[in-house]
């Protein structure tokens, strides 16, 4: 038995599509509601954060529901077609609603429907991947996972350089030939996943192999995990009764840190569209490169740091991802104007964003016992998507109500508290172990 690696790329489809639709909400959406309908960047913020409120309660949901869904075509296929299908016909509208002619409560109206449409197969996508993929290999298959959306970001990122011309006044841009380009990525992307993979085929096959149970599916037979042993001694990455005040104390400054760190680093990612127009009179989506930039340098990154968390360990290989991103923030506020310089401290700010990844969600588990891993798991993304929703609303109104050049300082100030509370973490730290194959370095949670 071996990981397929052809049938894993075809199934990264879905994904891909996931991010590049992201990818165009994250930087766009946001300069509609500015410029388009003259929205406040405290109200545009609260817009922002409808996603990750919807998906605190679509994504559990809906992963529930294809978990239970039995169709000709599989549990998750009907969701992804579906989502897939109404997602672009509601993008398709949102589009032709937004012009400065156009009703606000008609567009945030279709736009929350599109943010439904795509929770539901956002979890469906995600679990075809472990549902067709052997135990042993889904580490491998998560690393072609990841690098198949990043390069759904990437051709959207392209694709804003190449199409999207801003219009002198930048509320009368012309978006359709940018939304053709996605509409098409998407439903090719989807189609291939749907024409090439035999959903209930593929898990019958992998069944009869034996290859479908996880290494949890093992501790209920065995006794060196018997968890009704009420005396075992805590060992991290081992099974325990309950977690010691010590190791709960470096959970909670870990899970703090979580949310502080995508606090300042969702605040540039959502805000940097406007502010390179609205501080340094940059237009015709310059920044986009930026953005480019850092992703690039966020992937080619992921194996180099892998190799130095296995070195000096996986704290302070987080602690410096935090200092470079902080430092590259300090750096990159400073500038009065646009530099070509300016993406090398971008790329800076995806290495130590790189760095983070690879590191936080596995000293989570580090300090969860075997049995409540998937407890830990949604309280890791629990924190991750507070952030995310609090950081747009809180972000929006200093730049509103203060000015655009507090973007970069306040990233900062939360990037610091960050390095702070990280500190304080004296569990999880292991130097983990060299990965068997190059790929499964790309294998990250974010």
């Given at each position: 038995?071996?990981?397929?690696?052809?049938?894993?790329?075809?199934?990264?489809?879905?994904?891909?599509?996931?991010?590049?639709?992201?990818?165009?909400?994250?930087?766009?959406?946001?300069?509609i509601l500015?410029?388009?309908?003259?929205?406040?960047?405290?109200?545009?913020?609260?817009?922002?954060a409808?996603?990750?409120?919807?998906?605190?309660?679509?994504?559990?949901?809906?992963?529930?529901?294809?978990?239970?869904?039995?169709?000709?075509?599989?549990?998750?296929?009907?969701?992804?077609?579906?989502?897939?299908?109404?997602?672009?016909?509601?993008?398709?509208?949102?589009i032709?609603?937004?012009?400065?002619?156009?009703?606000?409560?008609?567009f945030?109206?279709?736009?929350?429907?599109?943010?439904?449409?795509?929770?539901?197969y956002?979890?469906?996508?995600?679990?075809?991947?472990?549902?067709?993929?052997?135990?042993?290999?889904?580490?491998?298959?998560?690393?072609?996972?990841?690098?198949?959306?990043?390069?759904?970001?990437?051709?959207?990122?392209?694709?804003?350089?190449?199409?999207?011309?801003?219009?002198?006044?930048?509320?009368?841009?012309n978006?359709i030939?940018?939304m053709?380009?996605?509409?098409?990525?998407?439903?090719?992307?989807?189609?291939?996943?749907?024409?090439?993979?035999?959903?209930?085929k593929?898990?019958?096959?992998?069944?009869?192999?034996g290859?479908?149970?996880?290494?949890?599916?093992t501790?209920d037979?065995?006794?060196?995990?018997?968890?009704?042993?009420k005396?075992?001694?805590?060992?991290?990455?081992?099974?325990t009764?309950?977690?010691?005040?010590?190791?709960?104390?470096?959970?909670?400054?870990?899970?703090?840190?979580?949310?502080?760190?995508?606090?300042?680093?969702?605040?540039?990612t959502?805000?940097?569209?406007r502010?390179v127009?609205?501080?340094?009179?940059?237009?015709?989506?310059?920044?986009?490169?930026?953005?480019?930039?850092a992703?690039?340098?966020?992937?080619?990154?992921?194996?180099?740091?892998?190799y130095?968390?296995?070195k000096?360990?996986r704290?302070?290989?987080?602690?410096?991802?935090i200092?470079?991103m902080?430092?590259?923030?300090?750096?990159?506020?400073?500038?009065?104007?646009?530099?070509?310089?300016?993406?090398?401290?971008?790329?800076?700010?995806?290495?130590g964003?790189?760095?983070?990844?690879?590191n936080?969600?596995?000293?989570?588990?580090?300090?969860s016992?075997?049995?409540?891993?998937?407890?830990?798991?949604g309280?890791?993304?629990?924190?991750?998507?507070?952030?995310?929703?609090?950081?747009?609303?809180?972000?929006?109104?200093?730049?509103?109500?203060?000015?655009?050049?507090?973007?970069?300082?306040?990233?900062?100030?939360?990037?610091?508290l960050?390095?702070?509370?990280?500190?304080?973490?004296?569990?999880?730290?292991?130097?983990p172990?060299?990965?068997e194959?190059?790929?499964?370095n790309?294998?990250?949670?974010?």
């Amino acid at each position: 038995m071996k990981l397929n690696a052809k049938r894993t790329i075809l199934i990264g489809f879905a994904f891909m599509s996931i991010c590049a639709f992201w990818q165009f909400y994250d930087n766009e959406i946001p300069k509609i509601l500015k410029y388009t309908f003259n929205l406040g960047e405290t109200l545009t913020g609260v817009v922002m954060a409808l996603d990750n409120v919807l998906a605190l309660f679509l994504l559990p949901i809906f992963g529930t529901l294809s978990d239970d869904t039995n169709t000709r075509f599989g549990k998750r296929m009907p969701y992804i077609a579906v989502g897939t299908v109404l997602s672009t016909f509601l993008l398709t509208i949102l589009i032709v609603v937004a012009r400065p002619s156009g009703s606000l409560a008609l567009f945030v109206g279709v736009l929350l429907l599109l943010l439904i449409s795509m929770g539901i197969y956002r979890s469906p996508a995600v679990s075809l991947m472990p549902d067709l993929t052997p135990a042993p290999f889904r580490s491998s298959a998560n690393a072609i996972i990841n690098l198949m959306g990043t390069i759904g970001g990437i051709y959207v990122l392209v694709m804003i350089k190449v199409l999207l011309i801003e219009a002198d006044d930048p509320g009368k841009t012309n978006y359709i030939p940018l939304m053709i380009s996605l509409l098409v990525f998407m439903l090719v992307a989807v189609a291939v996943v749907f024409i090439t993979i035999n959903e209930k085929k593929i898990k019958e096959e992998i069944h009869q192999e034996g290859g479908l149970h996880s290494l949890g599916d093992t501790f209920d037979n065995d006794s060196e995990f018997d968890r009704s042993d009420k005396t075992e001694v805590f060992e991290e990455g081992k099974v325990t009764r309950m977690m010691p005040r010590e190791v709960k104390r470096s959970l909670i400054f870990l899970l703090v840190s979580v949310f502080l760190w995508f606090t300042a680093y969702n605040a540039v990612t959502t805000a940097f569209s406007r502010f390179v127009g609205e501080v340094w009179d940059l237009h015709d989506n310059a920044y986009a490169t930026c953005l480019l930039v850092a992703t690039i340098a966020a992937t080619l990154s992921y194996v180099p740091i892998a190799y130095v968390s296995g070195k000096i360990g996986r704290k302070k290989t987080i602690l410096i991802g935090i200092t470079l991103m902080a430092a590259s923030y300090v750096i990159t506020g400073l500038y009065p104007h646009f530099s070509a310089s300016i993406n090398i401290f971008f790329a800076l700010v995806g290495i130590g964003w790189a760095a983070i990844n690879v590191n936080s969600y596995p000293m989570v588990v580090e300090m969860s016992k075997a049995g409540d891993i998937g407890k830990f798991t949604g309280t890791y993304y629990t924190f991750s998507m507070a952030a995310q929703v609090f950081t747009p609303i809180f972000s929006g109104f200093l730049l509103e109500h203060i000015s655009y050049r507090t973007l970069f300082p306040y990233a900062f100030v939360f990037s610091a508290l960050a390095f702070c509370s990280m500190l304080m973490v004296k569990h999880g730290d292991v130097k983990p172990p060299k990965k068997e194959k190059i790929i499964e370095n790309f294998d990250v949670d974010d």
